[in-house]
């Protein structure tokens, strides 16, 4: 049985705020965010992290939230993050941060700790996927320890076995998971360690601001 897309907290190497997303009408994707906890009015309530990038972020929040509101979210007990409430969208609300933060060294302290699933990266790059014979050309959407999400013009069947390489890493043996509207998920057969992940990501940034 081909698994299900799953949904998870995405990590952005950019400096802005995340915008409210455009979901697909009809999309049905499992959800494993990351909880959190946002202090408005003197009050706490459990929040869901959907998105956080240097500059902000998006939640999922449980209780009323109005724009330009002072918000304090906290990710990890006894780290608190000040900003202000940009823009709601029904449960959907983001937050922009009164300093940006690195999200990087965010994603290092946050693998401590049990969780449900390791956080994902959104990068853009491109990269080849090897089915076979056949080599691939496709788009990094995002990345984790575990794998990566690919934009792919052609669909591979779950359980293929397949050879990913991304730029400036060495080509890993993975599997494919799912295959849904463009897109595809596979797992590395082996994680990367996090060093490596974290030194790969700053040369993603560091390629990000040369080019902006």
């Given at each position: 049985?081909?698994?299900?897309?799953?949904?998870?907290?995405?990590?952005?190497?950019?400096?802005?705020?995340?915008?409210?997303?455009?979901?697909?009408?009809?999309?049905?994707?499992?959800?494993?965010?990351?909880?959190?906890?946002?202090?408005?009015?003197?009050?706490?309530?459990?929040?869901?992290?959907?998105?956080?990038?240097?500059?902000?972020?998006m939640i999922?929040?449980?209780?009323?939230?109005?724009?330009?509101?002072?918000?304090?979210?906290?990710?990890?007990?006894?780290?608190?993050?000040?900003?202000?409430?940009?823009?709601?969208?029904?449960?959907?609300?983001?937050?922009?941060?009164?300093?940006?933060?690195?999200?990087?060294?965010?994603?290092?302290?946050?693998?401590?700790?049990?969780?449900?699933?390791?956080?994902?990266?959104?990068?853009?790059?491109?990269?080849?996927?090897?089915?076979?014979?056949?080599?691939?050309r496709t788009?990094?959407?995002?990345?984790?320890?575990?794998?990566?999400?690919?934009?792919?013009?052609?669909?591979?069947?779950?359980?293929?076995?397949?050879i990913a390489?991304?730029?400036?890493?060495?080509?890993?043996?993975?599997?494919?998971?799912?295959?849904?509207?463009?897109?595809?998920?596979?797992?590395?057969?082996?994680?990367?360690?996090?060093?490596?992940?974290?030194?790969?990501?700053?040369?993603?940034?560091?390629?990000?601001?040369?080019?902006?």
């Amino acid at each position: 049985m081909e698994e299900q897309p799953v949904e998870t907290t995405l990590y952005s190497l950019s400096d802005t705020a995340p915008s409210p997303a455009n979901r697909r009408e009809g999309e049905r994707l499992l959800t494993l965010y990351r909880v959190g906890s946002i202090l408005i009015d003197d009050r706490r309530e459990l929040c869901l992290i959907k998105n956080i990038s240097s500059g902000g972020m998006m939640i999922r929040a449980y209780c009323d939230v109005a724009p330009d509101a002072r918000v304090s979210v906290e990710l990890k007990c006894g780290q608190p993050i000040e900003g202000a409430v940009s823009w709601v969208r029904d449960s959907s609300v983001g937050i922009e941060f009164d300093t940006p933060v690195d999200v990087i060294d965010l994603l290092s302290t946050s693998m401590d700790g049990p969780r449900p699933r390791m956080p994902r990266i959104e990068v853009d790059c491109f990269a080849t996927l090897r089915d076979g014979s056949n080599v691939l050309r496709t788009r990094v959407h995002d990345i984790s320890q575990g794998g990566v999400k690919l934009e792919c013009a052609t669909a591979l069947a779950s359980g293929s076995d397949v050879i990913a390489t991304l730029p400036g890493l060495e080509p890993q043996a993975s599997v494919v998971r799912w295959s849904d509207s463009g897109f595809i998920g596979i797992t590395f057969n082996r994680l990367l360690a996090l060093p490596v992940l974290v030194g790969w990501l700053e040369q993603q940034r560091s390629a990000m601001r040369a080019a902006s």
